[in-house]
């Protein structure tokens, strides 16, 4: 059987893809950074998977329509591959799915579990293991969760994001309310509006506040990375120390501390795990200054990630790409806001994705915040050059191209 991905270097689809190959499926793909879409790619396949970033008038995707070949969706196909397992974890959220799914990982390596996961961690894809444990990260865009029937759910926040297809906050916590009744036993955070959720059979809280089936209590903070004490309904359990920075990730480590507990299982390696590419990622250091790429795209996590460098550095640049028209248009007096935590901001123009681009939009943010807007990466370079030397970290911020602008603008330092 022949499976064709369409945007196969995604990197949620290329390890759909290798996934694929290990159940014996032969693979092939297109990318448009890698020869393009050609309608002949779909030849002779006996399937095609697409993402969302894929519309109808891809020449890929109207032929396989035209010849009536099975279409799937990512979500679609993950949520098959997910059924070849004896048990699968699924962690959601608005924000924190991908480093709570890389903590998941590090704290239960020994059972060597197959992972899929939104990020890299140190370049590598998840994990193909064994066919006892599938963990993924479950995304809630489109209601792409709702492909899968979790053992066990985890529901980090639920926090609007997505207006191209969400139109208001109760269509969005329903898609969730949904996604939790499909888990068999729910671990859903008891500090936010995800502590409403329920499981179909079992439900526990966690986070940092007393009332939480979970409580971590926090008992040290070194330079951003923090220690806990974890306890289950008062029951001390097994302290914690982390090696990721931010308050965040504590409530995002209390998740896989509620799962391991629940299963019986140890969670000691959690604190091995140092992070997922592109989340608070040092580039380099030169001449005193850290440069750092980080994946944040909605203000709220873009006030958690300033919060905890701020705590680290005295003075911190932003360089920060919105990702998508709509999110940008919906939330831009939000972005202002959380934009303003840094000493300084350079905004760049949206990153569309998949949307056409609004006339206008770009410089909402700017105009809310009084930032300086730069027109392209080239006259962000040459204001990152006057002006890095004041300041002792500066971000590349954003889901978009800015990580490969961040990553491009530090190999002058290398020469």
């Known amino acids: 059987m022949r499976i064709h991905f369409i945007g196969i270097k995604g990197i949620s689809m290329e390890f759909l893809a290798r996934l694929c190959e290990r159940f014996g499926m032969e693979v092939s793909g297109s990318d448009i ?25 891809n020449p890929e995707f109207a032929e396989a329509k035209r010849l009536g070949i099975p279409i799937l969706s990512r979500a679609e196909l993950l949520g098959k591959l997910s059924h070849k397992y004896d048990k699968v974890i699924a962690i959601s959220g608005t924000h924190g799915k991908t480093t709570t799914t890389g903590m998941f990982m590090s704290a239960m ?48 926040n639920v926090e609007l994001d997505h207006a191209d297809y ?52 926090i008992t040290g903070n070194a330079g951003g990375f923090y220690s806990f004490t974890p306890y289950f309904r008062g ?20 998740a896989v501390v509620a799962y391991c507990h629940f299963a019986g299982l140890p969670y000691g390696g959690i604190s091995d795990f140092s992070g997922v590419d592109r989340r608070n990622e040092t580039l380099c250091v030169h001449g005193g200054v850290e440069y750092i790429s980080d994946y944040a795209h909605h203000p709220h996590e873009i006030q958690c990630t300033l919060e905890m460098l701020k705590q680290v550095y005295k003075r911190v640049l932003t360089v920060f790409e919105p990702h998508t028209y709509s999110r940008t ?20 123009p949206v990153y569309a994705a998949r949307e056409t681009p609004i006339a206008g939009v770009d410089r909402l943010i700017a105009k809310e915040g009084g930032f300086k807007l730069s027109e392209s990466y080239d006259s962000a370079a040459e204001t990152i050059d006057k002006i890095a030397k004041d300041f002792d970290a500066v971000v590349f911020m954003g889901a978009g191209s800015v990580d490969d602008f961040g990553r491009m603008y530090i190999k002058k330092f290398r020469k």
């Open 33 to 57: 950074k890698s020869g393009g879409h050609k309608a002949s790619n779909v030849h002779g396949a006996d399937a095609v998977v697409y993402s969302y970033a894929i519309g109808e008038n």
């Open 109 to 156: 390596s020994d059972l060597d579990p197959t992972v899929h996961i939104g990020g890299t961690i140190k370049g590598k894809l998840g994990n193909i293991g064994s066919r006892k444990l599938f963990i993924t990260e479950a995304c809630e865009y489109c209601e792409s969760f709702l492909s899968l029937g979790p053992d066990a759910g985890v529901v980090l």
């Open 166 to 217: 969400y139109k208001t906050y109760a269509n969005f916590y329903d898609a969730f309310e949904k996604f939790a009744g499909r888990c068999k036993v729910a671990f859903v955070c008891g500090d936010n509006e995800a502590k409403t959720l329920r499981g179909s059979e079992k439900t526990f809280t966690f986070g940092t506040g007393e009332n939480c089936d979970y409580c971590a209590r």
């Open 235 to 254: 029951e001390r359990l097994d302290d914690v120390t982390l090696n990721v920075r931010g308050a965040h990730n504590v409530t995002n480590a209390m």
């Open 329 to 348: 248009q919906a939330f831009y007096k939000e972005f202002a806001a959380a934009l303003s935590l840094s000493d300084e901001v350079i905004l760049l």
